[in-house]
């Protein structure tokens, strides 16, 4: 089996082709996703009725679960009612072209602003394994040395803003969805950064991944929290190169280190109504380590809220060696699926579990991270943390600067958050298409001469249309006819593969007279005439 680990050297000098080998590497080993290609939508409004049709394929020729949705918010949220489907779309089907959907749709008042969406399922999962193994201390070392320098709202606003722009770009590199929600505070504005995963089955349960990407003045921060902020940044990297069941959510929070000022806006305001947020593995420093015995210390009364953590702590001789895994106990289902992530895939890396009681007032020290303001809001979190100053001496000094944190240990902890975030978000093998019904209405102004040859066969015809392409391979043709009035009468989207191919369009039924054919690819566009005989 390829190894991707590297020695220092190559460490610093190839950490970035590194990752992208290994990424290959590792999304290579997994079994190939379907692909889905939507080929044709029809809507029969006097019927209430859409008729998707779709290409679907597998290298492995495995049977798919197909699956069906439809958005009436621009593909924002997949929430129509779909109840009313048939064709080609449940357990069993098979891998084949001319594939179709018929949705009976109802109480839909524009259908024409909706999307639709094909999904198919092998049912080969994907090894979680191969994804927490793509983190590699190369990659982490890397972008340690991006994150940690000085950024605050006021006294580092270049720095604060160079990692926002950083949060943002791996986000939208990552496909995902990315929004900010400003914050502002203390005369400074510095948003948090969303970047959501949609689930491809029950896209309203949502896990969030995150850390606060602020720091203290005076400081690089590389512990505090630039280890939490390379671990979201990695895990979105990884992670949204697969599908899953639930929706994910990679936040980079503003204002933490000013009173959880970020979250707390989060909470009150960025949670939509139809989402429901079932877990968050907050990230508060997860970097400096030490095997040294006595280098753990522990907050006053730790001992009576938690004697068999500080048993275990001195049978180590509070050795500073573990991530620490804290949660209330609205949270214990989620530690123990923490704990199940690491125990499976992440072995090498010791945990110390802790579920302090009710929302956490009775241990203060244990509430210091965004974790809190999800606790106070009834929902399940988890501060995922190396003990802070309880270890680290470098705490909110100029002191904590990338030399101080141990590669290997944050990289074990990253492989874990990971571990847990995919277990919780449960992968598919899936591939999708989708399909916004808009664009079988009206056409664009000023838009260019068509990249490529088109004409249309026989004409006049009767039942079928060909059309011809030529020289346009590798581009998406969208295919509109209108009536001389204008109406929409069908449309598709066309695929060419080589230097001619010739695609059919139905015009049986149709009344004996002149239509317009529309074959847009991006703002570039040609009309061409089409009669119909009967």
């Known amino acids: 089996m390829l190894s991707c680990r590297l020695n220092p050297l190559t460490m610093r000098t190839l950490s970035t082709l590194a990752a992208f080998v290994c990424s290959i590497f590792y ?3 997994q079994n190939l996703a379907p692909v889905v290609t939507i080929t044709q939508v029809l809507v029969d409004e006097g019927a209430s009725t859409v008729t998707v049709q779709y290409d679907l394929s597998d290298v492995e020729s495995d049977p798919c679960t197909v699956r069906f949705q439809a ?3 621009g593909g924002s949220t997949y929430a129509a009612d779909v109840a009313q489907v048939s064709g080609n779309v449940g357990v069993g089907q098979l891998p084949g072209t001319g594939l179709s959907i018929t949705w009976t749709f109802d109480a839909v008042p524009n259908i024409f602003e909706s999307t639709v969406r094909v999904i198919a399922d092998d049912g080969n999962t994907p090894d979680i394994q191969l994804m927490v193994d793509a983190v590699t201390e190369a990659r982490m070392a890397e972008l340690l040395g991006q994150v940690a320098i000085p950024r605050h709202h006021t006294a580092a606003v270049a720095g604060i803003s160079a990692i926002r722009d950083t949060l943002i770009n791996t986000f939208t590199s990552g496909g995902l969805d990315v929004t900010t929600q400003d914050v502002t505070f203390l005369g400074g504005t510095v948003p948090n950064v969303i970047g959501r995963q949609v689930g491809l089955e029950n896209e309203t349960q949502t896990y969030i991944v995150d850390a606060h990407y602020d720091a203290v003045t005076n400081t690089a921060g590389a512990d505090d929290n630039a280890s939490g902020v390379i671990a979201t940044l990695e895990i979105a990297r990884i992670l949204s190169q697969y599908r899953f ?26 949670i939509p109504a139809w989402e429901t947020i079932a877990g968050v593995l907050n990230m508060e420093m997860i970097g400096y380590y030490s095997d040294v015995p006595n280098s753990q210390t522990l907050p006053n009364g730790f001992n009576l809220l938690f004697p068999a953590a500080v048993a275990d702590l001195a049978a180590d001789e509070y050795r500073g060696n573990f991530l620490t895994v804290v949660g209330n106990t609205g949270s214990d289902p989620l530690i123990a699926s923490f704990l199940e992530a690491t125990d499976t895939y992440v072995t090498d890396l010791r945990r110390v579990p802790l579920s302090v009681p009710g929302n956490g007032q009775i241990a203060p020290d244990l509430r210091r991270s965004d974790h809190a303001r999800f606790w106070d809001a009834g929902i399940p979190a988890l501060m995922l943390t ?4 309880f270890r680290n001496s470098n705490y909110h000094t100029p002191a904590d600067v990338p030399a101080t944190i141990d590669i290997p240990f944050l990289t074990r902890s990253t492989k874990a958050v990971l571990a847990a975030a995919a277990l919780l978000a449960e992968p598919l093998n899936a591939g999708e298409d989708s399909y916004a019904l808009s664009q079988l209405v009206g ?3 000023h838009l260019h001469e068509l990249p490529c040859k088109a004409e249309v066969y026989p004409n006049p015809a009767r039942d079928v249309v060909n059309v011809r392409l030529g020289a346009c391979a590798g581009h998406r043709v969208t295919a509109r006819l209108f009536d001389i009035r204008g109406n929409r009468i069908t449309g598709r989207d066309l695929h060419p593969t ?12 149709l009344a004996q007279g002149t239509y317009l054919l529309v074959l847009q690819v991006g703002e570039s566009s040609t009309t061409l005439k089409v009669e119909v005989e009967r």
């Open 386 to 389: 190396d003990a802070s100053e």
């Open 27 to 29: 999304l290579a080993s």
């Open 498 to 509: 080589g230097a001619q191919d010739v695609f059919e369009l139905p015009v049986k039924g």
């Open 443 to 445: 056409t664009p102004e």
């Open 71 to 73: 958005s009436l918010d």
């Open 245 to 270: 069941k639930n929706s994910l959510r990679y936040i980079g929070f503003s204002f933490e280190e000013l009173g959880l000022v970020g979250s707390g806006q989060y909470v009150q305001n960025g």
